[in-house]
């Protein structure tokens, strides 16, 4: 069975930090791209940052650019995103997502919408208070 699960959410005061993990089964990490979504409830899911399945290009939204950083260990087979400077705003569920992505040719997709993505976590709760 094809899986993600993610790990490390809580909370945490304003400018604080937390990394998030994701963890994966039933996949070849390495040829999957993949992203970290967040939705709170009444709103839509948003994409906030994503990598390609090497981990050389990544894109962030720009309500966290220069904040949040991903990474993705192909040895581990773990996906991160390391948060700091963390406000109220970034308050929601986090998702992790992937989607296989490396082709014979290499592939070059990443991207941060969700229709893009065919594995999905449950999600961890990420709350910030000011």
């Known amino acids: 069975q094809v899986q993600v699960v993610e790990s490390g959410g809580g909370w945490v005061q304003a400018g604080g930090s937390l990394t998030l993990s994701c963890t994966s089964s039933?996949?070849?990490?390495?040829?999957?791209?993949m992203a970290w979504f967040r939705q709170v409830p009444g709103k839509e899911r948003e994409g906030v940052a994503t990598?390609?399945?090497?981990?050389?290009?990544?894109s962030y939204s720009k309500s966290v650019n220069g904040r949040f950083s991903i990474s993705k260990d192909n040895n581990k087979k773990i996906l991160y995103l390391k948060m700091n400077n963390l406000k109220p705003e970034d308050t929601a569920m986090y998702y992790c997502?992937?989607?296989?992505?490396?082709?014979?040719?290499?592939?070059?997709?990443?991207?941060?919408?969700?229709?893009?993505?065919?594995?999905w976590g449950q999600g961890t709760q990420v709350t910030v208070s000011s």
């Open positions: 990598i390609s399945w090497g981990g050389s290009s990544t």
């Open positions: 997502a992937a989607r296989k992505a490396k082709t014979p040719n290499g592939g070059s997709f990443y991207g941060l919408r969700p229709y893009e993505y065919n594995v």
């Open positions: 039933g996949l070849t990490f390495e040829d999957y791209a």
